[in-house]
């Protein structure tokens, strides 16, 4: 059961426990199996029963058999289980290097082995947040995941051991460092190869989203990969369903952690997919779209994974405002980054929506007589407002692509469910001693749709509902003619008229005539729940408008 099910039941009554909803991903971990059939096999074997107390001559067992069959792959490259020792090997090596908290990236280690000492050390860039005393290195192949978000184990065969670099140090804050790099908490995929020369061995790690080969005994291999793992062990240690319901219930205990962010390193060569998540959602809802784009070469080498994560029980146009001032400081600390394609799940849909779009005035005037700097608050309060309903659309972005989007609100929002939600949700935008200020500032807009007052400042469920001005009012103006989009629509299968018209075909919360928008350049209908983004059809259909983007058919 997804979240927003779940908050209607919290409405109800009565008690809402994160167990009562489904996990995105659930993790264990044993020791992969392994037959020996090779000499290096054997050499595997031999080593894995080595005593854990001797954690140098274990690394040495696994080094023997990594160069064991770096040999046979020098006479024999396609030979695959030679390859498949290879990696195994090299997986052992950085569990030993984890169980046994050693750091031969600092100083190199003197590992007993078959025919005499071999020297291992770690290498890495140097950069303070890549430091890896502050993470840890494990071995993909030592977890199993289960849950919702995690469906089929999404590799790429080839050479190297599948890693999971993954934060691990109390206090360390990567972005303090780079503000853009994921968050405090960093998951990350590499792959580890082993290099000879001589007796000295050196791991070093590849990238596998920026590298697509790598050279070892004389020959060139597809890097392995495993896209699976970061994201799931990710969802699985920091359990972001914990605080979806929080955000949208409590957004002023979560206001500074509205972010744009990288999923991976910044590459100017590639384009930015931007990915915005919906109502009581947060960017863990995009892992099942992020592992599939990134099975696919040309996505790799082309796309990279950006994501705005926002606490969403304030008004979407709000966060909108707030997401234009996180592109304004990442425009300039990238300066130069290649055009944006934005993908939007529901209110994450409405938030995309107003980046390809111009208000002028219009939205303004539909709250106020008055023009800005005449409003009698303070200026900072004129600026919260202004920036939320006067806005330009965003050069940077070349694209949209939307799925499930609620453009035109869903009735839900004016049920029985809808009302109580929006009661509960409190909080405030910006610092508590403008509160009064903006209480007055709302005092000050004209009558609302139903032709009352308003007595509070609204929350995202007032911004859903279909009457409500702001969604009105956007809907009178077309987005800008020089961005295209497409449209991805779910339907639960039991058709209906795509109109207002009952029965009305709809995803099980927003109905098709909210979602659909004249223009688009596609638009396809999925047989699919409210969360389309995750469909395997309307996945397919976002790599498709991607390879499309590129020029590509």
């Not at 040495?60 to 290879?86: C, M």
């Not at 995941?145 to 999971?164: E, I, N, Q, S, Y």
């Not at 006067?390 to 694209?399: D, G, L, W």
Request: proline letters at 8%; glycine letters at 8%; one cysteine or more.
């Amino acid at each position: 059961m997804k979240a927003h099910f779940c908050f209607c039941i919290a409405l109800f009554g009565l008690v809402l426990t994160v167990s009562s909803c489904s996990n995105y991903s659930s993790v264990s971990e044993k020791r992969p199996k392994f037959h020996p059939v090779t000499p290096a096999g054997h050499l595997i074997a031999r080593a894995l029963d080595h005593p854990a107390k001797q954690p140098q001559a274990q690394i040495g067992g696994f080094i023997d058999a990594a160069a064991a069959a770096g040999e046979v792959l020098k006479k024999h490259p396609h030979d695959a289980q030679a390859r498949k020792d290879y990696n195994f090997a090299v997986g052992r090596i950085f569990e030993v290097i984890h169980s046994a908290k050693l750091q031969p990236w600092k100083t190199p280690l003197i590992c007993p082995g078959a025919g005499g000492n071999w020297s291992f050390s770690v290498a890495h860039d140097g950069k303070p947040e890549h430091n890896p005393s502050y993470f840890r290195i494990l071995p993909a192949d030592r977890f199993r995941f289960h849950g919702t978000l995690v469906r089929d184990r999404t590799m790429k065969d080839g050479l190297g051991a599948p890693m999971v670099i993954a934060s691990a140090r109390q206090g360390f804050d990567p972005t303090k460092y780079d503000p853009f790099i994921q968050g405090k908490s960093v998951y990350y995929g590499v792959t580890e190869v082993l290099q000879f020369n001589g007796r000295h061995c050196v791991a070093a790690y590849i990238d596998p989203l920026a590298t697509e080969t790598v050279k070892f005994a004389g020959h060139t291999y597809p890097v392995a990969a495993d896209f699976t793992a970061p994201l799931a062990l990710a969802l699985a240690e920091l359990a972001p369903r914990k605080t979806e319901l929080q955000r949208l219930v409590r957004p002023s205990d979560f206001t500074s952690s509205a972010r744009l962010a990288r999923l991976q390193p910044y590459d100017p060569k590639k384009i930015p997919i931007l990915c915005i998540h919906g109502l009581g959602d947060s960017q863990a809802t995009w892992a099942p779209l992020i592992e599939t784009l990134r099975s696919d070469p040309t996505i790799r080498q082309n796309y990279q994974i950006w994501f705005f994560n926002y606490p969403t029980g304030y008004p979407y146009p709000l966060m909108a405002a707030t997401l234009r001032k996180q592109l304004d400081a990442i425009n300039a600390y990238h300066s130069g980054h290649k055009k944006i394609v934005v993908i939007g799940h529901s209110m994450g849909g409405m938030i995309a929506r107003l980046l390809i779009t111009d208000s002028k005035m219009k939205i303004w005037n539909a709250y106020y007589d008055a023009l800005p700097d005449q409003l009698p608050v303070s200026p900072e309060t004129r600026k919260v407002f202004a920036s939320a309903f006067i806005f330009k659309h965003r050069p940077e972005v070349s694209r949209v692509i939307y799925a499930s989007a609620s453009h035109r609100g869903a009735d839900k929002a004016n049920n029985f469910g809808g009302r109580l939600l929006a009661g509960i949700i409190g909080g405030n935008p910006t610092a508590p001693n403008l509160a009064g200020d903006q209480a007055k500032a709302v005092s000050l807009m004209k009558p609302d749709y139903s032709g009352d007052q308003l007595k509070r400042i609204p929350n995202s469920i007032d911004a859903l509902k279909p009457g409500n001005r702001f969604v009105t009012t956007i809907d009178t103006i077309s987005p800008t003619p020089r961005v295209p989009f497409n449209s991805i629509i779910a339907d639960r299968g039991k058709g209906g008229n795509l109109n207002r018209t009952r029965p009305v075909s709809s995803d099980g919360i927003v109905p098709y005539w909210s979602s659909h928008l004249d223009g688009a350049e596609s638009e396809l209908i999925v047989s699919s729940g409210h969360w389309s983004n995750q469909h395997p059809q309307a996945i397919a259909e976002v790599k498709r408008i991607l390879l499309k983007h590129l020029g590509r058919k």
